[in-house]
Every structure is written in C-alpha cells, then in structure tokens.
DNA sequence: CTGAAAGCGCTTACAG
DNA sequence: CTGAAAGCGCTTACAG
C-alpha cells in the first residue's frame, strides 16, 4: 500500500462535491443549506436534494472555525457523584434539556468538577476554546461567586434558580416561595398546628427562600414552625427526622426538601411505631417515582423537572440566538409556578397505595 | 461604531501570536505544544512559557478540521426520562466517565433518544460529523441490533456488558453470574430453602445472565426458586412482591434487580406485617444511598457504578489511541468483581440501621 | 533538526 | 441575484 497516496479522507462528502453536482459555488450551497438568501428558490431546492442524496453532514469543525455557532450547549455540576445518582433532580431536568436541544440539533457536554472555582474555570475555558454557544449553571446560592463571573465573560449563560440573585443574567425558576405556600395552607386546612421542615443543604439559595417562606406563612395562618438543617442526603434527614420526633413538644407534620431526604424520613416514622398520616404527615418539596410509591404515597409539590429542563433549554437558546443583540438590554426571567400533589401521606382519604387496583387485577 | 472594521475575533490568541514572539513558524509550535519531535528542548520550553504567558488556548474546531482527535466522547441513552432520574446506576456511572475523561481533557457528549434506531442514527451521524471520537454504548441486550451497527461504522465503540453478545466490539461488563451466585450462597447459609428473584426489564442481557445464575446456583445448593419479570420500576416491583407474598409456597428471601425495586418491594412486604429480614429476606443487586439508608439497611451487591464508569472511560480512550492500529486485532474485554455487602435486611446480626450511632451522639 | 506551504470544510464580506 | 476570494486556527507532509 503506497503510503504516499493523499489518503482523500474515505468517504466524505464536502459542500465542495455538492457545488459541483449542482453547477454552482461552494457559497451557493452554503446560502442554501443554511436557509439564507442570496439563491433562487429552484436552484436552493436542487443544492438541498443533491445534498441529501449525496447523504452530506455539514463539518461542525469547519462551521466553528468559520465563525458559526458550534451547536453545543454546556453544564457543569459542583457535586458530589453520589448526590447526583441519588437525587431524582438531575436526571429529569437533564433529559427535559436534552429533549429541546436535540430537537434543535444541538449537543449537551457535561462536566462534574468539585468546587465552584473549577466550574468557573471550566467556563472560561469552554468559550475560551469556543466549545459551547453557551451555558446553563444550576444551584444557585445566595451571593454566588460565579454569577460576577459569568457576567465578566459576557457570554450566553442562563442561571437555574432565583428570584433574585442571578445578576443581570437570564434565568428560569420555580417560585418555592408559592411552593411553601401550598405545602402549609394544605396542612392548615388539615388542622395541624405544629409543622416542622428538614431543609437541604442551607447555602442553596432556594433552601433560604423556603426557609423564609416557611416562617411567614406559617405565622401568618397561626401554625407553629420548627427548622432543621438536615444538608441533603438520607442520612441528615433521618436524623432530623429522630431529632424532631424526640422534641417534647413534636410536630404532627414534617415537609422535606427532597424526595430522598422524605423517603428516609418516612422510615423513620414508621419505625418509631407512629402512623403515617394520622400521627405525622410527611410531605416533599421535590416529587419522584419513589414518593408516588412510596406506603403511603408521599404529598408532593410537583415541580416537573422535566418541564423545567425544557424550559431552560428554550431559555438558554433564545439567549444565544440573540447574542450581540445589544438592544434586547437585560433577559427577563421566567418562572414556573409549582403545582401541590396531594396523596395519602398527608390526607388519609386519598388512596393508600396506587397499586391496590393493579394488584387486584393481577391475581385474577 | 464602523461596521467595516475586520472585528479581530476580540482577544483570541493563536498560535501565530506565539509563532511571532518566539520567532518560529507556526508549525514548531504545534509540534511543540503538542509534545512531539521536532523542535530542540530550548525552543520547546520557550514556547511553552510563551503559550502559557499569552493564555493559549488551542482551538478545538481548527484541530478537528486538520484532522486531529475532538477530544470528545459520546453516550446516547434510549431510555424513557423518568429510568433516568429514578435509578441511581446511572448517575454514579456517568460520574466515574466524567473523572476519567476531564483529567485526559476529554468532553462527555450525552444524548437521550426514544428507539434503538435514533440511537444508532446518532452514532452514525456524530462520527460523519466528526463530533466525537469514540462512544460508548450502555444497556447490552441480548441480540443487541446496535452492536453490528457499530461494528460497521468502525469507529471506536465500548460496549458496557457483558461477556458475549458485545461481538468484535471491546467491552467491559460485571460478573453478573458471580453477583448472583453470592447472594444465593449467602441466603443459603442463613438456612433460606427457597428464594425468589424479581427480575428487571427481561430484555438486558444482563437480566438474561442473572436469571440463568440463580437457577443454575439454586439447583446446585438445593434451594428452591422462583422467577418474577417485573420490568425496572417501582410499580411492578410492587405488584410482583404482593404476587409472591400471596403464594401457597411463599419464598423466605426475595431478591431485587434494582435499589428502586427492592425499596417498592420492602414496603410491600413490611406493609403486609411480615418482619425484614425475619419473615422475609430482601437483597437488592445495585446498591445505592437508598439502600443503605432504609431500615433496615438493605443487603446489596455492591457494583460500585462509579469505578465502572471509571473503567470504562480509560478503557475507551485506550481504544481511541488505538485507533487505525491494524495490528492490536480484537480487544480484549475487562471484568468488575462484584462484592456482597451483608446488612440487616438478611443477616439479623447486622446493625439495624447506621444511624443509631449518628442519633445517639446528636441527642447529647 | 528546522522552515515554508498546502489543506482541512465551511462562512462571510466583497465585487460583478 | 450570483461568482470568486479570503480567512477561521491548526496539523501534516515535504523540502531544505
């Protein structure tokens, strides 16, 4: 095999073999397959059939190094591996954010790093290398540091999480406030009138939002509210949970900051010989499939990660669409209002378990 | 502001910046940067101190388009969003291909579809467009379409499971048959006569090898079992659970394919009044936090999905490096030991619940 | 061991 | 509305 044959890259198809199928100049096709003006609609019509005939991918190396956008978007997460294959968070918004960018043909590149200094990092090297078109950062704390930071880059960025606190950059949240809201205007109206909650890991900003939340409210209506700093993970929630279980004076209803944190709760309830819910209700913040089949099913405030995700993708590539767009001034930010789940582990007349009519069928 | 000035792509340093104050060519400092022969170790360092003084970064489209790797690696997952969030393997798995890639400079590309077929059109399509340098494909079926797919488009490829069934394709997988065979020795020894297994989606070549394990283990111990599909999730966990606990002949142990299962099939059986583990065994094959953290602690195979990840991010970035090398012939796949970790849900010796000890020191 | 050139595949001004 | 050219930033043969 002559080593000195210019090896023709086997196989690929350059907008270069379309142009001359299609008796035009590379610009030509270029005009066409981006939807551009500059060519007539028959001649665009015979570039786009030749280059699907001709099975043509477009060079995303080639359309970078030109100046075009590089379809990708990034994420990179500050947490530890297992907190991520616990929560159910992550995966639901993860696959609402892959659902528009890929129906949009954009890529998702993530990246787990250990501390927000990293992250940061990561960024400026990202647009640094022109990797990404932009950025969507989650976990949003009060007074973040890589707020400043993204603004300093000045490149398409979108934060998770607020109100408030994301600077001048767009962001997309839930209204946790209104989320605390329904969770204790609920247990009101069920009569309780001690409610203890076990928070998440407290810089979160959103963790500070219900906590505040959660004391107004429950002032205001004239229930009794005990906090408990749990940090997120089973562990810190159970404990919590045997703490405020032991108090003199022990609530009748706990709401938690996440599914995991409610599930670890809830055993030890049970295992303390008290009913779920005629002893203590129990209540999450973040809904999933282990709270809907939980025995009981635990009340939940239904956030919809996966909505949320999709919301975030849009979000982010309206920012990037308009990048440069001086005039568009600073991004409004968009909210999603949280919907309150009401099941058996908060109202004893909601159905105990969602599978009793499955079972019954099966032994048929 | 006039529009007609060459707007010098604000700031970018190339490597025609260092070229010029090192007084070379651009060609010696991409031999340079790039640690390869060509340049004298003087002229190497001084560019190197030029780059890192200038705050080089080097493109990644301009060393795609010369034909250089994209440092990029791409995962695709045909799995419904929910799976995602709910199971935890996945998350920790991710992670460890995360730790493994980002200390090689490696980016993780990731892509949820809905079919086998979009799956295999994603590949097709990443490696036409150059976007990644290798995949790695995840959820090994028996018969699996997506390996011949792969085998054709002859790029590097890593399939995770295993053995058999991953054809030419390099592969890393865990022992499944070893996994099973230790948890029924272990029930076993605890004196179990008859056991039962409730399977995951039935499709998983893995599935496939745990079910012929247990009763090929079964038979050879003389205990008794008993299969249940139960496809992944909680609800039909459930619903199995209930199934076995309303048989004549009831099993005394019950072993779960997953930490969401076995946690759905606990409160079934905790629910009906039966004691874990003294009426009824449980054992789940993918431990998690989850797990641990139920009371009573749930017996689990510990996979470690975090050092899988691990493995096989270096396993196919060996491959990539491999690339074109004709000679290296089919490559050998690579095995995880898996690992019984005995807690109370079998063994009543086990401490209850590991936070006894947590409790007691925080009431004092 | 070093230097000058060509080329990767595309897009974007800039002339006709 | 169309055509020919320059350039994005790098790597890789190929001469000296």
Redesign the interface.
Known sequence: MPPSTPAPRRGRVTIADIARRAGVTPAAVSLAVNGRPGVSDATRERILGIAKEL?W??????R??AGAP?L?IGMVLARP??V?????????F???L??VL?ARDY???????DSPEAEVETYR?WF????VDGVVMVDLRVDDPRVPALEALGEPALVVGGPGHHGSLPAVYVDDALAVRLVVEHLASLGHRRVARVAGTASFLHTAQRDAAFEAVGAELGVGTVLQDAGY???GA??AT??LL?TEDAPSAIVFDSD?MA??GA??V??SGRAIPEDVAVVTIED???A????PPITAIGRS??EYGRLAASRLLEVVAARGDRSSGTFESRVIEPELLVRASTDPSAPK???DG??RS??S
């Open positions: 099975d991918e477009p060079s995303p190396a080639a970078a190094l590089v990708t591996a297992d991520l294959g616990s929560e159910a968070f992550f995966g639901a993860g696959a609402g892959q659902e890929s890529a998702l590149q993530m990246k787990i790093v090297r640094a290398q022109r990797r993970g089973a562990e159970a404990r045997a703490d032991a995991e599930l670890a055993h030890v049970l295992e999933s499939p282990l809907r089949s939980h025995r990660a996966v378990s969602p599978m499955a079972l099966s032994v």
